[in-house]
């Protein structure tokens, strides 16, 4: 469980100098400031999506 907390972690906030917000920038034609803007969110909501799961998930097992 401890790695799975640490993954959820690990995705909240997406780094500018990642390859894959280039490519989703590239390829929807975004500029770099909704690019930066909807990665963040997107991210954001999974990583405290996930860390919810992750906690629920640790209660019962």
Known sequence: ????????GALF????NSS??????S???VT???T?????FV???ASVVSLVIVS???LVA
């Open 13 to 16: 906030a997406l780094q500018v």
């Open 20 to 25: 894959f917000f280039w490519m989703f920038q």
């Open 27 to 29: 390829l929807l034609g």
């Open 36 to 40: 930066l803007k909807a990665l963040t």
């Open 56 to 58: 629920a998930i640790s």
């Open 32 to 34: 770099t400031r909704g």
């Open 43 to 45: 991210t954001t909501l």
């Open 1 to 8: 469980m401890p790695g799975l907390a640490i993954d959820s």
